[in-house]
Structure formats: structure tokens, C-alpha cells
């Protein structure tokens, strides 16, 4: 997720962030704007042999790119080492992202947290690759309110439970995870479609990664994958500044109020969540991904009959 250089936001009465606005959603100023997002939507050519990163934000969009990143090298380390993560997959909806993106050589890796909707139009004339990953959602909204107190492009947090109330009714930016993952989901059965969780990652990158090789239709040998979930663990993307986003200065992102790459565990939410505020989110959760008819691993927390509904 890219920020913009702002000045330290602590105080969101006093210092607003005017977030952009298009086809409805709200995106960081960070590097967004109208029309870098309209030109990815409507103009972007997509290549038949591009690869995209797909998330909804803090669902291991990060980790993704390295593994993508050490996949493409063959588990070498060194491009993952030296070459920041958003140079070696653009975040092609943003300004910059979009340049790095027009001017790279094929095949290339790109990243976005764009709904389905308004994906680039080119996309679906193209045998292009979509890797989606998704996260329990109830960690997801845990991890993007410590970001957004961190990364200056985004309101600083009134409060969780406030949060958590504007994530449940789509209002945050980058717009609705449940409409989000209902919307990519609509793909699950395309061949040029895969779609993966953190909590699988968390559980097992070696068979993740194997997997994803035979998806991208990379033949790594079992040294080269080694070195892929070596490289791809938490603590190695903590201690790569190319990564961990340590090198940005201080009022993008105020590593002060806590680490970009914070916990990276699964079920942290139990430490946030209140009782009333779990039978909540339970409850809407139900009611929006209901006739969805996919099993996620967080799904036996909610109801064990929820993907037959």
C-alpha cells in the first residue's frame, strides 16, 4: 500500500485526509488519483502473460509479492533484496504505479486492491493470471486500523469499535471487503484464477507455494522452493527494507505508532473484539456472504452450514 508525504496525522478533526473518490469508493490520496484510476480501469492494456496481485488491503498483500517476487527469480534472493517491493510489482492504479507499469518489459508482476468492477475493462479479453488472497476478515480489520494510525494517507482511527462499524458497512477506503471478495469470487472457477488465504499460508507455504508454481507454470526445483518459503517468512520480509517499508520517512509512515509488518499471525482479533461486537460482526458477516458457496477457514468460527446456504 503506497503513502503519500503528508504532514503527521494525528488528529483527523484537525488535519482531514480528503480521500479520492471514484465510481463510488473512497482511495488514499497516497498516489491515487481520478484519473490514474479511471485510465487503469478504462485504458490499461492488459498483457496476456501480466500476473496480478489482488487483495483487499491487509490480507497479505506483502507477503504475496515476495513469494511472487521469489517465485519469478527462481528463489534467488537478490531481486527481492535490493529492488523495493513496489518497483518490482507497480501498484499500477496509482500515478506512479501506472508509469512503472506501461514501461515494463513482459511478463509483468502488478499489485492493486481494486474490486472486480473496476478492474482494467482489458482484463477479461486476456489470458492474463489473477492470484487473490484472502484473510479472515475480522483480522483484516484489526490489522488496517493499526495501519491507518500509522500511514498518513488515511484518517487516523476515532476508535476501534468506530472502525469496525465503518468496516462492516463498507465505508472505509478501498470500500467493502465483503463486496470486494464477492466480487473476485465470481471467478473462482476461470482457469487464469486462483485464489488462496493467509491463514493457508500461515499453515503451509511450502504446499502454497508448490501450488502456486504449478498455477504460474514455473518448474522450481525443491532447492529454489526452499529458498522461496525461507525468504517469504515473516521474519526475513521484517528484516528486508525493501519490504518492510522502514525506509519511508517519518510523515509517511510513523513507525513510532508500531511496525508496518506488525504481528503476522492469524486470529489476533480475539484480543480486540468485545463479545457484543463478535455476535456483531457474526451476524453481518452471515447475512453478505450468504449463497457465496465457498468454504474459507475462518468460516467454522461463523456458521459450519453458512456455504451450503
Not at 501498484?91 to 492493486?112: H, I, K, M, Q, V
Not at 475493462?121 to 495501519?147: G, Q
Not at 494517507?153 to 462499524?165: G, M
Request: charged share 20%; with cysteine.
Amino acid at each position: 500500500m503506497v503513502c503519500r508525504a503528508a504532514a503527521p496525522n494525528s488528529h483527523p478533526s484537525t488535519m482531514p485526509v480528503h480521500y479520492v473518490t471514484y465510481k463510488g469508493i473512497k482511495f488514499p490520496p497516497a498516489y491515487n488519483s481520478v484519473h490514474s484510476l479511471s485510465f487503469a480501469h478504462n485504458e490499461f492494456l492488459v498483457r496476456d502473460d501480466d500476473v496480478f496481485n489482488i487483495t483487499y488491503p491487509k490480507s497479505g498483500t506483502v507477503w504475496m509479492t515476495e513469494i511472487l517476487s521469489l517465485i519469478r527469480s527462481h528463489g534467488h534472493p537478490s531481486w527481492n533484496q535490493t529492488v523495493l517491493n513496489s518497483d518490482r510489482m507497480p501498484w499500477f492504479s496509482t500515478r506512479l504505479g501506472l508509469e512503472a507499469a506501461l514501461s515494463y518489459p513482459s511478463p509483468r508482476l502488478l499489485t492493486c486492491h481494486l474490486p472486480r468492477h473496476i478492474f482494467p475493462k482489458s482484463f477479461s479479453h486476456s489470458t492474463a493470471k489473477v492470484i487473490y488472497t484472502l484473510r479472515d476478515p475480522r483480522d483484516v480489520v484489526v490489522s488496517y486500523f493499526y495501519f491507518c494510525k500509522m500511514c498518513n494517507s488515511y484518517e487516523d482511527p476515532v476508535s476501534f469499535e468506530q472502525f469496525l462499524r465503518d468496516f462492516l458497512s463498507g465505508e472505509l477506503p478501498h470500500g467493502s471487503w465483503f463486496e470486494h471478495v464477492r466480487g473476485w469470487m465470481q471467478m473462482k472457477d476461470r482457469e487464469n484464477f486462483f485464489f488462496i488465504t493467509y491463514e493457508e499460508l500461515k499453515q503451509d507455504l511450502q504446499g502454497s507455494v508448490r501450488r502456486l508454481c504449478h498455477f504460474l507454470g514455473q518448474n522450481l526445483d525443491d532447492d529454489a522452493i526452499s529458498s522461496v518459503v525461507q525468504n517469504a517468512s515473516f521474519m526475513a520480509m521484517r528484516q528486508n527494507p525493501m519490504c518492510s517499508s522502514i525506509l519511508l520517512p517519518a510523515d509517511i509512515m510513523d513507525q513510532t505508532k508500531g511496525q508496518f509488518l506488525r504481528k503476522g499471525i492469524c486470529g489476533d482479533w480475539k484480543n480486540h473484539f468485545t463479545v457484543a461486537q463478535t455476535e456483531t460482526f457474526n451476524r453481518i458477516y452471515l447475512e453478505k456472504m450468504r449463497g457465496l458457496n465457498v468454504a474459507f477457514p475462518w468460516d467454522r468460527d461463523q456458521d459450519p452450514d453458512l456455504t451450503e446456504q
